[in-house]
């Protein structure tokens, strides 16, 4: 939008405003009350639902305030008798055949339509037709449908086009037989459940909440997503001790996330008040015996005794401490303080923070926030695929091509579905990502990189054009795909790529929620959690793990654990990890903690409690702080996590000057401020990348096969496989014998089936 300013008259008042900003948008941010019901701020127009009326001089009817553009010396009525008559007429037209069941209506005191109809509705209903009633039924697992009150607004089928890329619902019929739906079975999708956010009406539900709480019962708590490194801003919805609800409607929450949430994020909460949760701590006497209930008391004195005996036998290194980045910044930098301070051992690892080290040593530009992939000039991504891993990146990606005509490089080996939207795709060989870097790094590696990746020469070219040629912002993102070498030389890329007009920004695609807190809490401390595993009943005697299943490390040396003489585990379920333990320590989930996590973009969100910890269970980091303390060492932090990040902010010069209030305003949130690396000479990692691209094969087999919506959502790991409808979409979604019956009746989960541990 531009920054010339022009006036407009709005009821008489004069304002100053952006030139080519839409009237309705101009009249709400100035306290002027437009009703609609279509237009959306994030969406293409609709135009439709004609309840957004006002009087423009000079034109001969009322107008459409969402498709008008201001422009200089516009004057605007928004309220007459005239407009209020058109208004209520229009409501009076959308309530004809809508049902008057507000009283059983999951929507009820969250309806727009009820809303507006106290506001602008007539107290009589003139109609004397019989309504036209359809049956409910259900969409999918997720998504419970009650085409009757459906007004037509297509705010639905615009989010899944707009924002999803999928279709997967949208208008059949013509006329007043008008329905939205599927184009045959369950919705093929991810289930993200935005549809549900952005309906006004009834018209789409949550199916996995329905007739169970009223919305003005639930306690609202705003808090950040525990899944993907997003970072995504929802409310909490509590109600008895239970989080039975979670979304991200704009009148509770306004996150860098806006109303968009993945399936996981919206439905994947069950796990909170799970039955199988651990209740209490637990104890194993003696190796091969059982594990026996205790006291916290008891649990942290036998966790200390031997700990002592270890480290008295065997030396301090003989101790071994691995995190989880599901952490929150306060439980690990607790964890690492306990490691580094208390039994001064140099065996600290993260589960993957390790990963991020080499671009965080190298970085030489600012990480890129969600809103900056969102207006970018140029995307370039290296690996990944943000649709299925961190599916906001995804939608932001799509509406930068689609709204910003963004120009969009993928480099992958597999056609994943982003490539529709991308100027160039460059299909690749697997596992040549680090070629792709070689190349942009550097044109004379051109012919090399087009060798082992099986392209022309000529697309790497163009790719490295485009992005010289850019003006305004560029964001390079990278997958998990890329080796360390190239992630130093990728974190150098805004040096090598700015330009006057041209900012170039990085963004990590790392697996987990907190991966860049947990590299800051590490403070370049963390050791590689499998070379831990390695020296596992050797140079390493006793492990302390907290949060971290370990799936890929166990993979390179399995019977790590059983070697322990000594396995303190802290976790929410019994897990592959807490079958070896000597004591189990039952840990609180993200619902029932305060503190904060650190996004992909290096945005520091506050993580808020919503009920209070079930059962037994604490925050990670009290129990640290408590086994320290029975170790000898206060760290005075006294149950408060908002002293644990005052120490953070006083000792990590990213975080300086940071305090829970200013991160107060969800809306605008806080970035990091990482230190940038000075430009240097990258040889070193380029000899060794040219070394290793060298060594590749010189043909290979790309995959052809797009993969299906949702293989890596609908993963029921150990958090997700506790929403019963997950398993459901993870057996390929069949479809029930009948959709007017709620999919919880039909879902039995086998106690015994495999869950990927992989994944959340």
Known sequence: MSTELIKVTINGRDFQVAKGARLIDVCRENQFDIPSF?????????????????????????????TI??????????????????????????LANHPLDCPVCDRGGECELQELTFDWGNLEERFIERKN??????????????????????????????????????????????????????????????CIEVCPTGTLLDGTYRHQHRPWELTQTISTCTYCSDGCQMSLGSRGGDLVRIVARDRYVNGHNGEFLCVK????????????????????YQKGGRLIPATWDEAIRFTAERLDKVVAENGQNSLGVIGSARLTNESLYVLRKFATEVVETENYAVDDASSLKPFFENLGGELSTHRDI???????????????????????????VRNGGANLIIFNSVPIRIREQASQFIHIRPGTEDAAVLSLANADNDALAAKKMGID??????????????????TIMFGSELSAAAQAIVAQFPYLFAAEGRRVLLHP????NNSVGAHDMAQGKARSAIDLLAGAGQSIRAMYVAGSLLPAHLQEHPDALAKFDLLVVQELFETDTTEFADVVLPAASFAEVDGTFTNSGGLVQRVRKSIEPVHQSLADWIITARLAKELGVDFGFERSSSAVFREIADRIPAYAGL??????????????????????DVSNEMNAIHGSVEALPDEGEKSQVTPSVGHELFKPGTLMSKTPQIHLLAAGNPVPESFAISPLYQITIDDNLKRDPAVA
């Not at 237009?39 to 006002?54: G, I, P």
């Not at 086009?161 to 329905?179: H, L, Q, S």
């Not at 969102?374 to 932001?396: C, D, S, W």
């Open 133 to 194: 009633a359809k049956a409910e039924k259900y969409l999918s697992p997720m998504v419970a449908n009650d085409p009757q009150r459906c007004i037509l607004c297509k705010r639905c089928t615009r989010v899944c086009d707009e924002w999803m890329g999928e279709e997967a619902i949208e208008a059949g019929n013509r006329g007043a037989n008008t329905v939205i739906g599927t184009f045959g079975g369950w919705l093929n999708c991810s289930q993200c459940g935005n």
């Open 457 to 474: 020469a000529r697309d790497l070219e163009t790719a490295r054009t485009a992005i010289n040629q850019t003006q305004g912002d560029v």
């Open 265 to 284: 994020g919206r439905f994947g909460h069950p796990f909170v008040n799970h039955e199988k949760r651990i209740r209490t701590p637990l104890i194993r």
């Open 374 to 400: 969102r207006y970018a000039k140029t995307i370039v991504l290296i690996g990944g695929e943000p649709e299925e891993l961190q599916p906001l990146t995804g939608k932001q990606i799509r509406q930068a």
């Open 659 to 680: 305090r829970y209030p200013l991160l107060k305003d969800e809306s605008n949130p806080v970035q990091v401020k990482h230190a940038i690396a000075a430009q240097r």
């Open 38 to 66: 279509c237009y959306y701020a994030d969406l293409a127009l609709q135009a439709s639902c004609r309840m957004c009326l006002v009087r423009i001089e000079k034109m001969p009817k009322l107008q459409t305030s969402c």
């Open 69 to 94: 553009i201001c422009t200089d010396g516009m004057i605007v009525t928004t309220q007459s008798e005239e407009i209020e008559k058109a208004q209520r007429s229009m409501l009076e037209f959308l």
């Open 509 to 512: 695609l790392p697996l987990f």
